[in-house]
């Protein structure tokens, strides 16, 4: 709840700036320290990515050990295919409504285009969203540029299975993907944002002195908010906290720092470094 709040104020005062007419207000505000809530709300996100990670790696341990017929094949099966077509189904009936509708709501004002809220590229690349790769794209050519969400969130999934996997087989190799997940997270975004002057994110283009305005909003945009290896480590956290708590479910709920240590026996070469891990 908190974080929807936070989306939608940070959101409503974000896109108002660029239909604002004190501008200079805005950006004098954005100079003080408090102003750093409303800019970093796009990040906000983070925590449902974190949520889709932690219930992917917990559910999939408690169906492997709750169900006795569990099998590789069945588990690829049920993944991938049967996670796409439930995911797309209500997805594509939304999509189809939008792209329909879209041209009729919203015409003309201060704000909205003459033509309607969407642009007419979306009646041919719609086939992007369906296949989840529209976040790859110009999203200023895109369709229902707002389920770039969505795009992620399957690209995620679809490698998860590399963490789920590794860890079933040794828990240590696992936390080295999750680990390694970040890492691509925190290297990917220095060196683009370092590269291209973003450095004031989503207003870069109140600071650039490049003089085109609104390229680099777009730009970051399209090179490290909607990109999966911009967005990966709060997904990664979310696949390693899942896995504790399994552990700690199969520990019979008891919470404790030595009921987060994966399960060994005291005499174990690596008890203790297992311990520091823990905590």
């Known amino acids: 709840v908190l974080s929807l709040c936070w989306i939608v104020l940070g959101h409503t005062i974000l896109f108002a700036v660029y239909y604002s007419d004190n501008l200079i207000t805005i950006f004098n505000w954005s100079r003080k320290l408090w102003f750093q809530i409303i800019i970093q709300t796009f990040f906000s996100i983070d925590s449902f990515f974190l949520l889709s990670g932690l219930l992917a790696a917990f559910t999939y341990f408690i169906s492997k050990t709750e169900n006795a017929q569990f099998s590789i094949v069945n588990f690829f099966m049920n993944h991938y295919v049967h996670y796409y077509l439930r995911y797309t189904s209500l997805y594509a009936i939304i999509l189809l409504i939008y792209i329909t509708l879209s041209p009729y709501m919203a015409q003309g004002g201060p704000v909205y285009p003459i033509d309607g809220i969407e642009t007419s590229s979306c009646r041919h690349n719609w086939w992007r969203n369906l296949l989840y790769i529209n976040n790859f794209f110009d999203m200023r050519d895109g369709c229902m540029p707002i389920s770039w969400f969505l795009a992620v969130n399957m690209q995620f999934h679809w490698i998860t299975p590399l ?56 730009g970051y945009f399209n090179d490290v908010y909607v990109k ?52």
């Open 163 to 218: 963490f789920l996997l590794i860890v079933s087989w040794k828990w240590l190799l696992g936390m080295v993907v999750c680990i390694i997940f970040i890492i691509i997270d925190v290297v990917s975004t220095a060196v683009i944002v370092s590269k291209n002057d973003y450095d004031y994110g989503f207003l870069s283009d109140l600071y650039s002195h490049k003089g085109n305005f609104s390229n680099m909003t777009n």
């Open 228 to 279: 999966p290896w911009c967005r990966i480590g709060p997904y990664a956290v979310g696949l390693g906290i899942g896995y504790i708590f399994y552990e700690v479910y199969q520990r019979s709920n008891t919470l404790s720092w030595d009921s987060l240590i994966p399960r060994t026996t005291i005499h174990s070469r690596h008890y203790y470094f297992k311990r520091i891990f823990a905590w």
